[in-house]
Nanobody, 116 residues
């Protein structure tokens, strides 16, 4: 199993920045993908960014050029740098890891609120 713990959420004004962290533990050598997802009130959970080991990082169109995923090479800590934040970025952000066999693991989520 893989355990994921997010941190770094908070309240920020529009145009500001936040950096989210995700600490992974457990069977991290079995991880084949890591990513960030978010869920706004009344909406479905959506992909923000995903890194496939041996591949590349893909971002949702809505965050391209503003968000950067990093730190995934070691598999034990991952970051999401969020710049130029907008009110529509307000959501609970979740860290995700997929292991061999396509089992998904999720963190508990961290709230990001962007005020206008």
């Amino acid at each position: 199993q893989v355990q994921l713990v997010e941190s770094g959420g908070g309240l920020v004004q529009a145009g500001g920045s936040l950096r989210l962290s995700c600490a992974a533990s457990g069977s991290i050598r079995r991880i084949i993908k890591m990513g960030w997802y978010r869920q706004a009130p009344g909406k479905q959970r959506e992909l923000v960014a995903v890194f496939t080991y041996g591949g590349s990082t893909n971002y949702a169109d809505s965050v391209k050029g503003r968000f950067t995923m990093s730190g995934v090479s070691a598999k034990n800590t991952m970051y999401l740098q969020m710049n130029s934040l907008k009110p529509e970025d307000t959501a609970v952000y979740y860290c995700n890891a997929m292991v061999i066999g396509t089992t998904n693991y999720w963190g508990q989520g961290t709230q990001v609120t962007v005020s206008s």
